[in-house]
C-alpha cells in the first residue's frame, strides 16, 4: 500500500482539515528534520505531513535541511511524496493562485547540501534524474486538478534559485531564455535527493507573483500572502481529491 507524504510549503505550514494523529520528533543522521512530523488523517485517508519551512513558518529556503527532512520520510516507510511550493510566474499566461504541475527543473541554487552520496561510499553513485518528477504521480496530480475551478498547467520547467532574496530582472530573463516557467527556491536539492532515495515525487506549485520585471509592481510579501490564501484553497481542494486515488 502507498505510503503517502506532503511537504508543506510557504502558506502551508499547517494542513486545514488534517486530523491529527501523532506529532513525532525524529533525529537523522543528517541532523533535525523541519518540524516534528504530523502523523495523521486527510479526507479519510492516512498520510504524513511535513512543513518543509517549520512549524512556525521560520527557516528560510537555503537553511532547510533538505536531507534530514527527506532520510525522515524514507525512515518512516514513506514512498510517494507531493511537494507544495509557492512560485513566481516567469511566463505571463501563469497567473496568480494558478497552478503548475512542473515535469522539469533547472537548479540555480549553490552551497546547499545536495546529497546522500558523499561520504563513506563503497561506490561513486549517480542517480539517473533526467525526468526529474515520478511522471505516474504527476499524472494522478493532474487528474485530480480537473475538479479544480482554477488554470492548472500540466507541465512547466522549475527553475529553482537560491534566494532568499528575489531575483533581478536580468535573472529572470536569462532564466526564460533557459526555458523556465516558474521561479521558487525549494524544489532542489528536494527533488534529487527523493530520487536518490528512490521516493516517488511531484510537485505542485501556487503561483504567488509575477516573477521580478513580469509586471509593472515591485514583488511584496503582502502580495504574496495575498495570493497564497486563494491559491492553497485550490491545492487543499486538490489534495482531498488525490488522496481517495492514490
Ligand atoms: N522568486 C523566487 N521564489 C519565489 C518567488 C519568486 O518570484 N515567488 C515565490 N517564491
New binding site residues.
Partial sequence: MTKLAIIGG?GLTELEGLEIIRKQVLYTPYGEVSAPIIHGIYAGKALIFLPRHGSRHTIP?HKINYRANIWALKELGVDTVIAI?????IRREMQNSDLVIPHQLIDYTSAREHTFFADNLTQVTHVDFSQPYCENLRNQLIVASRQLNCQVFTQGVYGV?Q?PR??TIAE?DRMEKDGCDI???TGMPEAGLARELELCYACCAVV?????GRSEAL?TMAD?SANLIKGVQHVKTLLSEIVLHI
Fill in positions: 510557504t529556503p511550493a509557492a512560485v513566481g510566474s534559485t534566494g528575489l531575483e529572470i521561479v521558487g527556491m504567488v507573483n509575477p516573477a521580478a514583488i504574496i
